[in-house]
């Protein structure tokens, strides 16, 4: 009922610079909180990132002062603005969204997942 659509990742040298971007389409009424998580190789899917409908952000600790989450709630647009990119940051990045469905209904949705991957 609701498709997540990510795009921007890709391979960057140490140091570099990527924007991912998720936009969320069907059958919404409205998002609460989007969010980014990676994954890597070995380790559990972890959150790098989550914002709320109101704008409040939540960081994980290990990219803090390096990546910006913000949303275009007009376009049911999430976006990961990723700089100072370490090669620990290569992983698969999904996108998640909790959306409340016309029906009224609440269900979390995920993306299909992006590679990033950091170079050193």
């Known amino acids: 009922q609701v498709q997540l659509v990510e795009s921007g990742g890709g391979l960057v040298q140490a140091g570099g610079s990527l924007r991912l971007s998720c936009a969320a389409s069907?059958?919404?009424?409205?998002?609460?909180?989007m969010g980014w998580y990676r994954q890597a190789p070995g380790n559990q899917r972890e959150l790098v990132a989550d914002?709320?409908?109101?704008?409040?952000?939540k960081y994980a600790d290990s990219v803090k002062g390096r990546f910006t989450i913000s949303r275009d709630n007009a376009k049911n647009t999430v976006y990961l603005q990723m700089n100072s990119l370490k090669p620990e940051d290569t992983a698969v990045y999904y996108c998640?969204?909790?959306?409340?469905?016309?029906?009224?209904?609440?269900?979390?949705?995920w993306g299909q997942g992006t590679q990033v991957t950091v170079s050193s």
């Open positions: 069907g059958r919404i009424f409205s998002i609460n909180a």
């Open positions: 998640n969204a909790n959306v409340l469905l016309v029906s009224r209904f609440q269900h979390d949705y």
């Open positions: 914002i709320t409908s109101g704008g409040s952000t």
